[in-house]
């Protein structure tokens, strides 16, 4: 109780810069899963049609994905320095994996007749593309883009240690002053919330995309 106490009395006393770096996280993290869908959408669909090439390009994401986050966040501040953008593109880098699996498995789980119907009706391929292939896979899409979001609300926590800010800089000033449970509390929970609250939503979105519904 005294701990919960410790947490609402840190709420009450700093709770607009918990909401600053609230708001910080959350665009830190969608802006790199927004900007890896960019890239892994029509990637997925590239790939789908090419066999050989997509376990080139699915290989490639999943050595990405093996590098602890820390150490690629490392790599890239050589280039990019400290701050939100390394971050974001460490973000990009993790998304591409489940984005770019999704998609090319949403692509290649449509029925071959479907599509021969689609040819039969005279459309082009782009009309394919986009009155066909992208609405009957964009379920399994969001699948991977909500698996996406939920890591990168993870990866962004760690950012703190390069200066970007979110709700990592509460958790780290907790850890580095005497009796800080609370603080870490207090940084842990709306962190906690974040993921959950944006795996529920994008489930729920993704059941609605659902062509089967």
Excluded: K
Aim: proline share 4%; with cysteine; aromatic share 4%.
């Amino acid at each position: 109780m005294e701990l919960l106490r410790e947490t609402l009395a840190y709420y009450s006393l700093n709770g607009g810069y918990v909401l600053e770096q609230f708001w910080r996280h959350f665009l830190i993290s969608v802006c790199g899963v927004l900007l890896a869908s960019a890239v892994a959408i029509p990637t997925g669909f590239l790939i789908a049609r090419r066999g050989r090439l997509a376990r080139w390009v699915v290989g490639a994401a999943n050595v990405i994905q093996t590098v602890p986050s820390l150490a690629l966040m490392s790599i890239l501040m050589l280039g990019l320095g400290l701050g939100a953008r390394t971050v974001i593109a460490t973000v990009l880098l993790y998304s591409l994996l489940p984005i770019v699996r999704n998609t090319c498995a949403g692509i290649r789980g449509i029925p071959p007749q479907i599509l021969d119907s689609a040819r039969g009706m005279g459309m082009t391929a782009l009309q394919t593309v986009l009155r066909v292939e992208l609405p009957l896979a964009l379920s399994v899409i969001m699948a991977g883009v909500r698996n996406a979001l939920v890591v990168a609300v993870g990866v962004t926590t760690i950012g703190t240690f390069i200066g970007a800010g979110g709700l990592g800089d509460i958790i780290s000033r907790g850890v580095n002053v005497a009796n800080g449970s609370a603080i870490i509390i207090a940084g842990a929970l709306p962190t906690a919330l974040m993921a959950v609250c944006a795996d529920v939503v994008l489930g729920l979105m993704e059941r609605g995309l659902d062509p089967t519904r």
